[in-house]
């Protein structure tokens, strides 16, 4: 009998550690918590060259791989040569184009990548509600293209971005290069429905409001071509590439509390990461766990 009674008695004073250590579950739970993005949709690519008579080379596969042709004439035709290359990379991710074309040839290449991006995070901190965040937006883009002038049809290049959220434009930069046959190189011009630079070149870096947990994208184009004949020995070239950086603005006072997540494969998910120091109320919660863990811990020695 004396048996089962101290048996029970320690039961008895292990009981009180049940709810304790749910307590500290719910509490490690809540240190650790983080959001994650729904699932995104995947990048889409575009990539195509040709050159000379060949038939064109297209894909629409994501790669760090250039796609590259190159013809020469056969001896039948005016002598010429064409080459031409493309990419699209989805880490980090950029496109480029380059061509270059000599004798009766031409030769152009383009490349367009999307990419899908959302800002991760709670919808409210403190009782604050958060529904946009400020992130930094740095775009880089360049064209060249060799003088036409007396010596080919035309040559260009054109390096254009674009950012929307929710089918809403939010930033829009083009720049681009263009000589012809009878004309000067142009800068800034042909840039369809954007408003171009006043160069063939841009690094622009723009602090922009995002909506918290929407889904956004960023489309990138870089193209460039030549068309001949070109006349005399002279080799005329053209190329273009975009390189875009998102991040949050790290002014922002919940900057720890967001992350961004891409498409698949564009960059790696983030890990969960415990605050390096926990907020008050979690410090007032775990600083009561432990004084009753003390409390039960000095009550079992007495029993």
């Not at 550690?17 to 240190?31: C, D, E, G, N, Y």
């Not at 038939?55 to 010429?80: D, K």
Request: with cysteine.
């Amino acid at each position: 009998m004396r048996s089962s009674a101290k048996s029970e008695g320690k039961h008895k004073a292990s009981r009180p550690w049940f709810p304790l250590v749910a307590l500290l579950a719910v509490m490690v739970a809540m240190l650790g918590k983080i959001a994650y993005a729904d699932s995104l949709d995947p990048a889409r690519c575009s990539v195509m060259v040709s050159s000379g008579f060949s038939a064109p080379i297209e894909s629409a596969n994501c790669t760090s791989t250039s796609f590259t042709t190159m013809s020469v004439n056969p001896p039948s035709i005016t002598p010429g040569q064409g080459f031409a290359t493309a990419q699209a990379n989805l880490f980090p991710s950029s496109v480029s184009a380059t061509a270059r074309a000599s004798g009766d040839s031409q030769a152009s290449g383009n490349a367009q990548l999307t990419v899908f991006f959302e800002v991760v995070g709670p919808s409210a901190i403190h009782g604050i509600s958060i529904t946009s965040i400020p992130i930094i937006l740095t775009v880089s883009g360049g064209t060249s293209a060799g003088s036409c002038v007396g010596e080919c049809e035309s040559a260009g290049g054109l390096a254009k971005f674009d950012l929307e959220q929710a089918g809403v434009p939010l930033a829009q930069f083009c720049g681009s290069t263009n000589s012809g046959f009878t004309g000067s190189v142009q800068f800034g011009g042909d840039c369809g429905a954007l408003a171009p630079t006043s160069s063939g070149t841009f690094a622009i870096t723009q602090s922009l409001l995002i909506d918290a947990n929407v889904e956004g994208g960023f489309t990138m184009n870089a193209g460039a071509g030549i068309r001949g004949p070109v006349l005399g020995t002279a080799t005329v070239a053209a190329m273009a590439s975009v390189d875009p950086i998102i991040s949050i603005d790290p002014s922002f006072f919940f900057a720890n509390d967001f992350h961004i997540e891409f498409s698949p494969g564009v960059a790696p998910v983030p890990e969960p990461v415990p605050e390096p120091v926990p907020e008050p109320s979690s410090i007032l919660l775990l600083s009561t766990a432990l004084g009753v863990m003390s409390m039960l811990s000095g009550r079992t020695r007495r029993i």
